[in-house]
């Protein structure tokens, strides 16, 4: 498999652009609401990127599921050490 370049990677990330409106309000482009399942009252976390020159937004249903098989292998990984003695 070839190896990826870091543009090609940002390449497939990049989802348009949006404009924030009077209120504050942006609007998520339909292709891409519908790509990611969004419907109108999902909530989303927004989150500001660590170089503090941005946003991530994430469908709080996304991030609650991650959070748990996070957890999970945690859990297994934990149970792991206790019965190998590490």
């Known amino acids: 498999m070839p190896d990826r370049t870091e543009d090609s990677r940002a ?4 989802c348009g652009t949006a404009t924030v409106g009077e209120r504050g309000q942006v609007v998520i482009p339909a292709d891409l609401r519908k790509e990611m399942g969004l419907q109108a009252g ?5 989150w500001k990127h660590p170089s503090g020159k941005g946003l991530m937004l994430f469908p709080v249903d996304s991030v609650r599921d991650f959070m748990n098989k996070m957890l ?3 859990e297994r990984a934990e149970a ?7």
Request: glycine share 6%.
């Open 42 to 46: 999902d909530k989303l976390l927004i």
């Open 80 to 86: 792991r050490d206790d019965a190998t003695g590490d």
């Open 72 to 74: 999970a292998t945690l």
């Open 11 to 14: 390449d497939d990330c990049f």
